[in-house]
């Protein structure tokens, strides 16, 4: 697909408070990147690597052949939006939500409908950047974050969300098995999770 010209580009982007949403939708047009709005700023990133749809499609399958609760379902490109806020929103890699999602016209999903989001940190991510979504989530108040990182083989399971924190932050390697809470109650194993590349985490800009 080639690019756009200019006169389709339009202005350039000044976005006034409760106009975000709307630029960043112009920025996914333009440049195909995925557009967050994390703390009223657009996080923008590139197209995930193999290695990173890769740990997505195995968690999925685990979810799915364990078994959620009922009226309970894995989505990807599903984006959450922040309560009370005109422009927040993030799109987790996956997110656990009720099957009604299915049927709803709208593109945001309700932060208190979401009883699991997993991010998978990116080869590039920076460690601030890491921070500061995990905190998105909590002022969200969504009970289960789960961040995988397959630069080092780390996951860590965030629960009980307060005061703009998780009170509650479970480390854990590759190979061992994530507990996650009630509801869902479930084990997620990560023996068989890719790693990235010898090099590619030995690049990534200090956070």
């Not at 749809?53 to 968690?59: D, M, Q």
């Not at 307060?162 to 509801?183: H, Q, S, T, W």
């Not at 997620?188 to 690049?203: H, M, Q, V």
Request: negative net charge; glycine residues 10%.
């Amino acid at each position: 697909m080639g690019a756009e010209s200019d006169a389709d580009a339009g202005p350039p982007l000044h976005p006034r408070p409760g106009r975000l949403r709307e630029a960043g939708e112009r920025v996914e047009r333009l440049t195909g990147l995925r557009v967050q709005i994390v703390g009223g700023k657009l996080v923008m990133s590139p197209t995930p690597r193999g290695k990173h749809a890769g740990v997505i499609r195995r968690l999925r399958r685990q979810l799915e052949t364990v078994g959620l609760p009922e009226g309970l379902d894995t989505y990807e490109v599903s984006s959450i939006g922040l309560p009370d806020d005109p422009d927040d929103y993030v799109t987790p890699d996956l997110v656990v939500l009720p099957t009604d999602w299915e049927d709803d016209d709208e593109w945001l999903a309700a932060a208190e409908d979401a009883a699991l989001a997993v991010e998978v940190i990116s080869a590039s991510e920076k460690s601030r950047e890491i921070r500061d979504k995990a905190d998105w989530y909590a002022v969200a108040r969504v009970p289960v974050l789960l961040v995988i990182d397959p630069r080092k083989g780390t996951w860590a399971l965030h629960t009980r969300p307060d005061n703009g924190i998780y009170r509650d932050v479970r480390p854990g390697k590759f190979g061992e098995v994530v507990r996650l809470p009630a509801p869902l109650a479930r084990g997620i194993a990560t023996d068989d999770l890719p790693l990235y590349g010898e090099g590619l985490s030995d690049r990534q800009p200090r956070g």
